[in-house]
């Protein structure tokens, strides 16, 4: 039978990030019909690439700009398109917003939620997710009449649909019922610019840059900043990095930070310990840049320099 697929999309600036296309490819299937959910965008511009990737029904879901920042009617919105649309699986993108936001609706109509997956079957109602830093994969069944599944970003690979793009999808508009989304208890009370060094796009990154206990202190991130601007890269760093203070936690990548999977890893003076690798460890291609030789990373790398990374970093930023 065919199975309703709801894909909630992510959006910057009107344009929808990169990091959707992989979801929608998992998630796209001979008997699936896939719904995708716009609140933050005009679905109109999107709804040509969203085709191109066999999206049919492009749900443009009315939020006003105060609701749309908050995460609790944001979760009661979608819960509205799930019975809408007969959903039987919701896919959205394990980032800083879906993890907020895919929890939220799973307990709200108390359905299963894994995080973090790299492969779904919804044949068999599975995922597939890595466990305790990585060193083990789990096969999850889920149970339940709707399933909420995140998907790390970048781990699949984005392949465009076959068939009848162009014109092929048809876009509806939903008001959710003003009565459904009340966020009791939970009020935004502000909200700003994020903290550009917070780089939150860290999980999203095609391609990082990331810093040890060898950039010696918090200045010389803006080496890798510099070089991330060329390489449009997001910068990341060790744990090292974060307890110094030279940088916020929410660059921090490993087992207690960030889980990337960018298509190139730089790695800058920091040695590939064993929690560090465990937020790293699927990235396509990794680079590192060490003085030690015998350092973890230089044997767990597929290209590396042995130099002072304060010395080549900015050679390379001038190169580039
Ligand atoms: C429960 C737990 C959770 C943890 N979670 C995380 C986590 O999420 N993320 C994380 O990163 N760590 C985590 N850690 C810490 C982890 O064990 C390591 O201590 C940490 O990753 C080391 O950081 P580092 O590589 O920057 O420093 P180091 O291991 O000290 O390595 C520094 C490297 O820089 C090189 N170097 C020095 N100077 C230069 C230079 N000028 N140019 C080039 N190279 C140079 C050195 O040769 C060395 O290899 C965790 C630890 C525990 C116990």
């Known amino acids: 039978m065919m199975k309703n697929i709801g894909i909630i999309?992510?959006?910057d600036n009107g344009k929808i990030k990169e990091t959707n296309f992989g979801m929608i490819t998992l998630a796209r299937d001979n008997d699936t019909q896939l719904f995708a959910f716009v609140m933050d965008a005009d679905a109109r511009a999107l709804k040509q690439d969203l085709e191109s990737f066999g999206i049919t029904n492009i749900i443009d879901v009315l939020l006003s700009p105060d609701q749309q920042n908050n995460p609790v009617i944001r979760a009661k919105a979608i819960i509205n398109a799930i019975k809408e649309f007969n959903i039987c699986a919701v896919f959205g993108l394990s980032t800083a917003i879906g993890k907020d936001l895919l929890?939220?609706?799973?307990a709200l109509i108390e359905a299963p939620l894994v995080m973090d997956c790299f492969h779904v079957d919804l044949e068999q109602n599975l995922a597939k997710t890595s466990q305790y830093s990585g060193k083990t994969i789990a096969t999850i069944k889920l149970t339940g009449e709707?399933?909420?599944?995140?998907?790390r970003p970048n781990a699949i690979e984005p392949v465009k649909a076959q068939g009848p793009a162009q014109g092929s999808g048809q876009r509806l508009e939903l008001k959710p019922d003003g009565t459904n989304l009340v966020s009791k208890?939970?009020?935004?009370?502000?909200?700003?610019e994020a903290d550009k060094n917070a780089n939150i796009d860290l999980v999203e990154a095609d391609v990082i840059i990331a810093g040890g206990r060898g950039m010696k202190n918090g200045e010389n991130f803006t080496l890798l900043s510099k070089c991330a601007e060329k390489l449009n890269a997001a910068v990341g760093a060790s744990r090292v990095a974060v307890d110094s203070g030279w940088v916020p936690y929410a660059m921090q990548v490993g087992q207690t930070g960030e889980k990337v999977s960018p298509r190139v890893y730089i790695a800058c003076g920091l040695s590939g310990s064993i929690q560090h690798f465990a937020g790293m460890k699927t990235a396509g291609m990794v680079i590192a840049i060490n003085t030690d030789e015998n350092a973890a990373?230089?044997?767990n790398c597929d290209y590396y320099v042995k130099a002072d990374a304060l010395e080549i970093i900015p050679e390379l930023t001038k190169i580039l």
């Open 9 to 11: 999309i992510e959006t």
């Open 297 to 299: 990373i230089m044997s």
């Open 103 to 106: 929890p939220r609706i799973a």
């Open 146 to 151: 709707v399933l909420i599944l995140g998907v």
């Open 185 to 192: 208890g939970f009020r935004v009370i502000k909200t700003g």
